[in-house]
């Protein structure tokens, strides 16, 4: 079954980094187009950055542009968020979801999600 396992959330200062991962198994990774998201307390969830199955585009939202860089390793299965100049407002549960077609019907799939804390 398809599984997504996030890792690398913590707490962390104000204007440091962190990078989360994301192992995924139970389908065709290199085929598939693979996104990060955030939910922080009180608000909806979000998206943060996308990347195509080549790992040739992606999209960022404005709010990380320039400080946060999505990334993959079709070999290992996995993707990557470089967070840099991390912001208090930064401060969320980050997710990785990808949406995979079964019997002509799209499906999401998310991971667990995985806290960063952004604090002094």
């Known amino acids: 079954q398809v599984q997504l396992v996030e890792s690398g959330g913590g707490l962390v200062q104000p204007g440091g980094s962190l990078r989360l991962s994301c192992a995924a198994s139970g389908f065709t990774f290199s085929s598939t187009a693979m996104n990060w998201y955030r939910q922080a307390p009180g608000k909806e969830r979000e998206l943060v950055a996308g990347?195509?199955?080549?790992?040739?585009?992606?999209n960022y939202a404005d709010s990380v542009k320039g400080r946060f860089t999505i990334s993959r390793d079709n070999a290992k299965n996995t993707v990557y968020l470089q967070m840099n100049s991390l912001k208090p407002e930064d401060t969320a549960v980050y997710y990785c979801?990808?949406?995979?077609?079964?019997?002509?019907?799209?499906?999401?799939?998310w991971g667990q999600g995985t806290q960063v804390t952004v604090s002094s």
């Open positions: 979801k990808t949406d995979l077609w079964t019997n002509r019907r799209l499906y999401s799939y």
């Open positions: 990347i195509s199955s080549t790992g040739g585009s992606t």
